[in-house]
C-alpha cells in the first residue's frame, strides 16, 4: 500500500504542473482578439448609426397618416422613422405628399435626397441638396446638409479608404480562468489550485481598410482590411496578447442576394512568443427578406498552426510554461454561423444567430465539435448615443480524453457570455466646449460577465470584465 500511495504521489507531482500549465491562462486563447475586435466594430457601426439619427420621438403608424394625411410634422416624422428602418419606398410615398403641400419645405427636400443617396442616385441626390441649402433653415439643418455632401463626395471615390483606432483597458476578476470550484484535476485525482487573480490590461485596436469601385451599375467592389490588437497585462504578461489579421476579398451585389468572398490571415502572439498563425478562406451571403428584416449566413474554414510557447512570465509559477503543449492544436477549424436582422423600430435592431464548430488537431484531446447561440440588440438613444446587449452560449465537446487531467472523462464545455455596452461621442458629454475634433471622440464603457462549466473542474471558471475605450474613426 505505501509503494502504491508513493506512486500516486510521484505521478501527481509530475502531472499537476503541465494541469495547472493549462489553466495559467484562458481556454482557447486564440479566439479572444478575434472577438474583440468584431465587438469593437459592432460598436464603431453603431456609433455611424446613432451618429446619423435625430431623436424622431414615439413610433408613427400609417394608420395615423390615413387619419391626418395634411399633417406635415407628422408625415415627416414617418419619413425619418421609415429611412431608418430600411423602408424606402414608403419613405417616398409620404414624402411625395408633403411636398405636394410644400414644395419649399427645408427638411423633405433634405429627406428627399437622402431617399435619392439610399437608391445610390448621387448627381440627383447632389442636385437636390444644394438647390435646398439657400433656403432658409437653422443652422444645424444646414450642417447636416454639408455632411451628406461630404458623404456624396467621399462615396464617389473610386478608392475608399477608413481608419479607426481605440485606446483604453480593461479589469478582469479571474484573468487567468482559475478554477470556480478551487480545485484542480490531474490523473483523476482532485487537488487544491491557487485562487483566481485579478489584472488590469491596456488595450490598443486598429483598423484600415480599403474599399474599390469597380465601376459596373450594381456597385460590386473590391476590398481589403488590416486590423491589429494589442492587449498588455499589468500583472500577468502570460496574458499578453499581440494579434493581427487581414482579409482580402469582394463585393457581388444582386438585387436579390449579396455575395462577400475573403481569404483570411492572422498571427496571434501569446506572452511575447509566436503563438498561432492561420490562413482561411470565407463566404457570406446575405439576402433582404423586407424592409424590416434580412437573412445571412457565413463560413469560414481556416487552417491553424500553433507553436509552443515555453516563456514562463512574472507570476505563473515555479517555472511553469504559458503554453508547452500548443503545437498539439494544430489543425484546421470551420466555423458555420446562420441569422436574421430584424429591424424592431427605427432605434432598436436584433440580430439572432446560431452556429456550428469544427476543431481538427494533432491530438484528438485538443479536437472538438459544438455548437453556438447568440442575440445582439441595438438600441440609438438619441444625441449619438447607443446601447448594444448581447447574450451568447457555447457547447463544445473534445473528442477524447486528456490522461493528464483525467484518463476516463471527456472534456464537454458549456459557456454563457453577457455583455453589455454603452456608446456616447464625447460632445454629448461636454458640449462644444471642446477643442475641435475632440468632440468626435466615442466614449464605450463594457461590462461582460463570462460563466464557463465543464465536465472537468480545471475548466470551470467566472470572470467579470470591465472595459473603457476612446475611439476615433477617419474617412479618406
Not at 9 to 27: N, S, Y
Amino acid at each position: 500500500m505505501g509503494v502504491a500511495r508513493a506512486g500516486v504521489v510521484a505521478a501527481l507531482a509530475l502531472t499537476l504542473p503541465c494541469a495547472a500549465a493549462a489553466q495559467g491562462i484562458q481556454p482557447n486563447p486564440e479566439r479572444e482578439p478575434a472577438r474583440t475586435i468584431e465587438t469593437q466594430r459592432e460598436s464603431e457601426a453603431a456609433a455611424q448609426a446613432a451618429a446619423q439619427a435625430d431623436d424622431l420621438g414615439p413610433p408613427v403608424s400609417y394608420d395615423q397618416l390615413l387619419a391626418a394625411p395634411d399633417d406635415v410634422a407628422l408625415n415627416l416624422r414617418y419619413v425619418e422613422q421609415q429611412l431608418r428602418a430600411g423602408n424606402v419606398r414608403g419613405a417616398l410615398a409620404a414624402l411625395e405628399r408633403v411636398l405636394a403641400l410644400q414644395p419649399d419645405n427645408a427638411r423633405a427636400r433634405l429627406l428627399y435626397a437622402l431617399v435619392l443617396l439610399r437608391l445610390d442616385n448621387l448627381v440627383e441626390a447632389e442636385r437636390e441638396l444644394l438647390a435646398v441649402r439657400p433656403l432658409p433653415m437653422p443652422d444645424s439643418l444646414r450642417a447636416e446638409i454639408d455632411r451628406y455632401l461630404a458623404q456624396i463626395e467621399q462615396r464617389r471615390k473610386v478608392t475608399r479608404f477608413t481608419a479607426s483606432l481605440s485606446l483604453g483597458g480593461h479589469y478582469d476578476t479571474n484573468r487567468d480562468a482559475a478554477p470556480a470550484s478551487g480545485r484542480i484535476r490531474a490523473v483523476g485525482i482532485n487537488s487544491d489550485t491557487s485562487k483566481a487573480e485579478d489584472d488590469f490590461g491596456i488595450l490598443g485596436i486598429g483598423t484600415i481598410e480599403v474599399h474599390h469601385d469597380l465601376g459596373l451599375q450594381a456597385k460590386h467592389d473590391l476590398f481589403g482590411r488590416v486590423s491589429f490588437l494589442w492587449d498588455e497585462q499589468i500583472q500577468l504578461p502570460q496574458q499578453d496578447l499581440q494579434a493581427l489579421f487581414l482579409e482580402a476579398g469582394g463585393t457581388w451585389r444582386d438585387p436579390d442576394v449579396t455575395l462577400i468572398p475573403s481569404l483570411t490571415y492572422s498571427r496571434l502572439r501569446l506572452n511575447r512568443d509566436d503563438y498561432l498563425q492561420a490562413i482561411g478562406a470565407k463566404l457570406r451571403v446575405e439576402h433582404r427578406v423586407d424592409a424590416a428584416a434580412q437573412v445571412f449566413a457565413e463560413a469560414h474554414l481556416q487552417q491553424q498552426d500553433f507553436d509552443s510557447v515555453n516563456n514562463t512570465g512574472r507570476k505563473s509559477g515555479a517555472g511553469i510554461e504559458t503554453a508547452p503543449t500548443a503545437y498539439l492544436m494544430t489543425g484546421p477549424r470551420f466555423d458555420l454561423d446562420a441569422g436574421l436582422v430584424f429591424n424592431l423600430a427605427p432605434e432598436h435592431q436584433l440580430t439572432v444567430s446560431a452556429g456550428f464548430i469544427a476543431k481538427g488537431a494533432r491530438e484528438a484531446l485538443h479536437a472538438y465539435d459544438g455548437g453556438k447561440l447568440q442575440a445582439t440588440h441595438l438600441w440609438l438613444l438619441g444625441q449619438g448615443q447607443f446601447m448594444i446587449g448581447s447574450l451568447s452560449f457555447e457547447r463544445l465537446i473534445y473528442d477524447d480524453v486528456d490522461p493528464i487531467v483525467d484518463p476516463e472523462i471527456k472534456r464537454r464545455d458549456n459557456t454563457w457570455r453577457a455583455r453589455i455596452t454603452y456608446g456616447t461621442p464625447l460632445a454629448a458629454i461636454f458640449g462644444d466646449g471642446l477643442p475641435e475634433g475632440l468632440g468626435e471622440l466615442v466614449w464605450t464603457a463594457t461590462a461582460e460577465l463570462t460563466v464557463a462549466d465543464s465536465t472537468l473542474p480545471n475548466y470551470t471558471y467566472r470572470n467579470f470584465r470591465l472595459q473603457s475605450l476612446l475611439s476615433k474613426r477617419w474617412e479618406f
